[in-house]
Structure formats: C-alpha cells, structure tokens
C-alpha cells in the first residue's frame, strides 16, 4: 500500500478541471484508480498518455531504474 500512497502524493495536483477535461487519482486498496472525463478524444488521449507516463516514471523509480 506504501506505493500507491507515494504514486498519489506524486500524482497531487495533476487532477484537477482544465477547459477540456477533469480528472482524478485515488487509491482503492492497493491500487491507484484514474478516472478521466474530455470533452474530445484527443483530449482524452493525452491525459491519459500524462498518467501513464507519470506512473511509469514513478514506477522507474521505485524499482531503482531496473527493468
């Protein structure tokens, strides 16, 4: 649960209502729950490929860059 605390606190602040769209990061268990509303699908794609990214990054981290 350590992890989706430390993804959360590091995803602070991303969630938040722009023009095209809103989003939010919680945890449910021991997981981190996205949830996403846009206007357009290209909006869509991009706040996803943000989470994404940021998730990976923090994953990268986590396991000390090793893959």
């Known amino acids: 649960m350590k992890s989706a605390e430390d993804a959360l606190r590091a995803l602070r602040g991303e969630g938040e209502k722009e023009g095209r769209f809103s989003s939010r990061a919680y945890r449910a268990g021991k ?3 996205v949830e996403a509303e846009c206007s357009d699908v290209v909006a869509l ?3 996803l490929n943000a989470y994404l990214r940021y998730l990976q990054a923090i994953e990268g981290v986590k396991d000390g860059g090793q893959e």
Do not use: D, L, Q
């Open 31 to 33: 997981e981190v729950v």
């Open 45 to 47: 794609r991009a706040t």
